[in-house]
């Protein structure tokens, strides 16, 4: 438990903070495994990446002839083929290429509307097969020009600087690079990428930084910017694909090989020191992990180191030892303050940059004993006190009931037997026979000494009022802490009084126990009126429609003109069911369910009325 402490409190105030240097590089050796890997795949851009890779680590490549000759790729596809024949250049395997891989690069130049993408794998697949010289330069850049007015994203001048490259018009590149750079964006005020991510952000980085080198020209990325691009390599580290691999490697060897390149400052193994270790390590390399070219061992210095409690200068102005047979690492002596404990702030230098980095100089307490008192609340009688020395527990059992309070008090004092203030001291009041637990802060006085004060009447909400044995169990920590203590120091019977519940007994309206069953009640029913009053509406309701059948009957209606042809009966009938449907739909269905039977009424009510117009008005007609 102790080492667990440990480890959690120095992950959390052990961090390392500077906006003027990197603080991690790029590990070279990962990038190379899973390059190493991609030789093994069947996929044609793998085996590509990963030997293009491996060429730039000057690592040993394996023979891929027959890997390449049995991968997988689609001979129509420029962009297989570009993969194809570059690979088979970089190991000298053109002997497994064939005239027809020539046919698709070739139609693609022959193309009115081939995207700039394309033309760059088409041109550079010709090149690595010995016809780099179809692609005429004047003519050529005009094309790409054009080109790009149509679509100038940073992708499209990506590919256009690497066949300036080709063709020999570098001169472009570098009147362009400036404006595309501007394009970067930003992102936590801390790291600069193209749009598109890792494969843009690579692509436009090496080949600018290519031309500009060959023209041997000042490059126009100021320190900020290579500072920032380097921060976005950093985090795309985690990178696991050949292609992946390949792209942060490039880039971050473009970047790691200008001047000046940027520094990466950080503490290498342990970031704290103890009594028995006073030496921290720092690591300064280059984006890469290299040592950097033009820094001096007496360059790297610790400027200044602060303690964060109360902002103490403790250190000034002190060299750095380099580590014998390794030029990237110096050691940092902290002998003049591990007697402080404590959170310091070093200020690291090394070419002109600083970084400011948290040591933890850990030092170890201790606590002899611990007074625990039992004694009524009111203060009317004085507690009888047990002093308990650690890391023994008590003799016996302790009784406390709701009147009564119990206290501990304990002073916790460094290895020089000096009282010292920690950053976590708590009190765990733990249930012997349930989960029941609370945790109570222990507090300093004026002479140091913790104190805790458990009002056993109060603390019974806590733990569900469950009278029992329980636990005191005391905690001390603290970020500079090297041994963190938990000490058992008793057990104490609580009585919580008329509102305690037994031990295992089910306190009403705890926790425990299914809860009530929820009984839903909707609104009562409205009153109605008397069963005499309804039909006497009802009455008055059809009155007129009586009205109307009294006077039919009386007037005779005469029925001599209905036609008594079939579509005439099933429009009156079927016209009579959906006006007693809508009398239903009152009464009874729903309205989707009237809808359901009133859709077939109503397309033959239509369909036999339309039929019946038709008829009286051809009889009409016939009369005539």
Not at 320 to 325: D, H, I, N, S, Y
Request: with cysteine; aromatic share 8%.
């Amino acid at each position: 438990m102790q080492s667990l402490g440990l480890s959690f409190l120095l992950i959390l105030s052990i961090l390392a903070l500077s906006n003027a240097t990197l603080q991690s590089t790029i590990d070279l050796s990962r990038l190379q495994t899973i390059l190493q890997n991609g030789i093994k795949s069947k996929d044609v851009g793998s085996i590509y990446f990963a030997v293009k890779g491996l060429k730039q680590l000057k690592a040993t490549v394996p023979d891929v002839c027959q890997d390449l000759k049995n991968s997988k790729y689609d001979i129509n596809n420029v962009e297989h083929v570009f993969y194809l024949t570059n690979a088979a250049a970089l190991t000298n395997c053109q002997n497994i290429l064939t005239p027809d891989t020539l046919r698709t690069p070739t139609q693609v130049l022959d193309k009115k509307d081939a995207t700039i993408r394309e033309l760059y794998y088409a041109v550079y697949s010709l090149k690595a097969m010995g016809k780099g010289s179809v692609y005429d330069k004047e003519d050529a850049l005009k094309n790409l020009i054009q080109l790009l007015k149509k679509d100038d994203t940073p992708v499209n001048y990506g590919y256009v600087f690497a066949l300036c490259e080709h063709m020999g018009c570098g001169a472009w590149t570098t009147s362009h690079a400036e404006g595309v750079l501007l394009a970067a964006d930003e992102s936590d005020s801390s790291a600069l990428h193209f749009d598109g991510g890792l494969p843009v952000t690579s692509l436009l980085l090496t080949t600018i930084i290519r031309a500009y080198k060959e023209l041997k020209k000042p490059l126009p990325l100021t320190e900020d910017q290579r500072y920032k691009f380097a921060e976005y390599l950093l985090s795309r580290r985690s990178v696991n694909t050949p292609r992946g691999a390949w792209l942060l490697l490039d880039a971050a060897l473009a970047i790691a090989d200008t001047d000046p390149t940027p520094i990466s400052i950080s503490v290498k193994g342990k970031k704290y020191v103890t009594a028995d270790s006073d030496n921290v390590e720092v690591s300064v390399t280059d984006l890469i992990g290299r040592p950097l070219r033009s820094l001096k061992p007496e360059e790297v210095i610790a400027q200044s180191g602060t303690r964060l409690a109360d902002d103490v200068v403790v250190l000034s102005k002190q060299p750095l030892t380099q580590k014998p047979k390794e030029q990237t690492t110096f050691v940092l002596n902290l002998s003049k303050i591990k007697a402080q404990y404590g959170l310091y702030k070093i200020a690291l230098s090394a070419g002109g940059k600083t970084a400011n980095v948290n040591i933890a100089v850990l030092g170890e307490i201790q606590v002899t004993n611990i007074e625990v008192g039992v004694g009524d609340v009111d203060g009317t009688t004085s507690p009888k006190v047990t002093t308990v020395a650690y890391p023994n527990k008590l003799g016996e059992r302790l009784q406390a009931d709701h009147l009564q309070k119990v206290s501990l008090k304990f002073t916790v004092r460094d290895k020089w037997n000096k009282p010292v203030l920690v950053q976590q001291a708590f009190v765990r009041v733990g249930s012997l026979a349930s989960d029941d637990e609370a945790i109570f802060v222990a507090e300093p006085d004026n002479t140091k000494a913790y104190k805790v004060e458990l009002n056993v009447g109060a603390i019974g909400k806590h733990l569900n009022q469950a009278s029992g044995t329980y636990t005191l169990t005391v905690y001390l920590g603290d970020s500079a802490v090297s041994n963190p203590i938990s000490w058992l120091v008793g057990e104490v019977a609580f009585n919580f009084g008329k509102d305690a519940v037994a031990v295992g007994d089910t306190k009403a309206g705890g926790r425990a126990g299914p809860l009530p069953e929820i009984a839903h009640e909707f609104r009562s029913a409205e009153a109605r009126p008397a069963r005499a009053l309804s039909d006497v509406f009802a009455a008055a309701c059809a009155a007129p429609l009586l009205l109307l059948l009294l006077l039919w009957a009386r007037l005779r209606v005469n029925l001599g003109y209905f036609p008594f042809t079939p579509s005439a009966l099933v429009f009156h009938l079927a016209l009579g069911a959906s006006l007693s449907l809508y009398g239903v739909l009152w009464l009874k269905l729903t309205m989707f369910e009237t809808m359901r039977y009133l859709l077939p009424l109503g397309a033959l009510t239509f369909l036999s009325g339309h039929r019946l117009l038709r008829r009286l008005v051809q009889d009409k007609s016939h009369s005539r």
